[in-house]
């Protein structure tokens, strides 16, 4: 095995074109193809340049210093890139306050779906609604997953759906023998903040939180106050798994950007073409294109 790969990194580096070649290469390439080759932007250098414009920066919305902070916004982050819309002050919301008051200031518009009522920072609904139209055109449809909840959240919704996942997960982690009772007991009665950051520390040794109990917790539900939902810029749909409604999103600025949950759409309100260049990077799982912040 071991001597396979030697000569496997062997050819490789057999086939690598010296620097002369590279340079002629390169000179032939359109303009297009330079455009296309390019590695995305690096995300805090597009990051610091996007708050700069709004007269803010990286350290007031996410402390370098808060490690589940910095997690947060590498995992949910591309929203904070988000065009004509209003990005949230903070990676973390700590009481429903705070989100009433960023909900009231960024707006928002209401569409009724069914029987769902479901609510967006205005662009992000424009531009929902006019997929939806075409989606229509072609007897496809874009529906709201789970109700009302698929779009607009407060404060106290993140905090219910962290428990609907974090409660049972710790009764499975306890009856497997992996937690005992007084460490159960002690991360039920944290603070929630500290409650999030021990979550993702146990996880590295491979006890998860997520609903199927096999994967970080944050791929499956967001931590309280740090929703996409509660910015208003996501839209859980229904009809994910059909790409051409996933292309009609794309058209309309609305792109998946959390690996693992398939479902849930964030509006950039950018182009994809633009994303890369936005600090963000495609990531391909099981045919379907997630751009997540390149750090
Ligand atoms: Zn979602």
Not at 24 to 51: G, R
Not at 148 to 166: G, I, K, M, T
Not at 204 to 230: E, M, R, V, W
Request: net charge negative; hydrophobic share 40%.
């Amino acid at each position: 095995m071991g001597f396979a790969l030697l000569l496997i990194c062997l050819t490789l580096v057999g086939t690598v074109p010296a620097s002369g070649d590279e340079i002629t290469s390169a000179a032939h390439m359109t303009l297009a193809d330079a455009e296309n080759d390019k590695e995305p932007a690096p995300f805090y250098e597009v990051l610091a340049k996007a708050l700069k414009k709004r007269k803010t920066r990286i350290d007031n919305i996410c402390p370098t210093s808060d490690v589940v902070a910095r997690r947060i916004l590498e995992d949910y982050g591309a929203m904070f890139l988000a065009k004509k819309v209003s990005p949230p002050p903070r990676c973390i919301f700590t009481n429903e306050e705070q989100v009433t008051r960023f909900q009231e200031d960024a707006g928002f518009t209401s569409l009724l779906i069914g029987f769902d009522e479901v609510e967006l920072q205005p662009e992000a609904m424009k531009q929902l609604v006019k997929a939806r139209e075409e989606a229509q055109k072609e007897a496809l449809d874009i529906t709201p997953r789970d109700g009302a909840e698929a779009a607009r959240r407060n404060y106290e919704d993140s905090v219910r759906l962290w428990n609907s996942r974090f409660s049972p997960a710790l009764d499975y982690w306890l009856a497997q023998g992996r937690l005992n009772v007084e460490q159960v007991t002690r991360l039920q009665s944290l603070p929630l903040q500290q409650q999030v950051a021990e979550v993702l520390e146990l996880e590295k040794s491979g006890i998860y939180f997520s609903k199927d109990l096999s994967k970080s917790i944050l791929y499956s539900i967001a931590a309280p106050g740090t929703s996409q939902h509660i910015a208003m810029l996501a839209f859980d749909v229904n009809e994910f798994e059909n790409p051409r409604v996933r292309e009609i999103m794309a058209k309309h600025g609305w792109f998946q950007t959390v690996l693992s949950d398939l479902p849930h759409f964030t509006f950039l309100g950018l182009k994809e073409k633009d994303l890369p260049k936005n600090g963000l990077r495609g990531v391909e799982v099981n045919g379907q294109t997630f751009w997540i912040p390149n750090v």
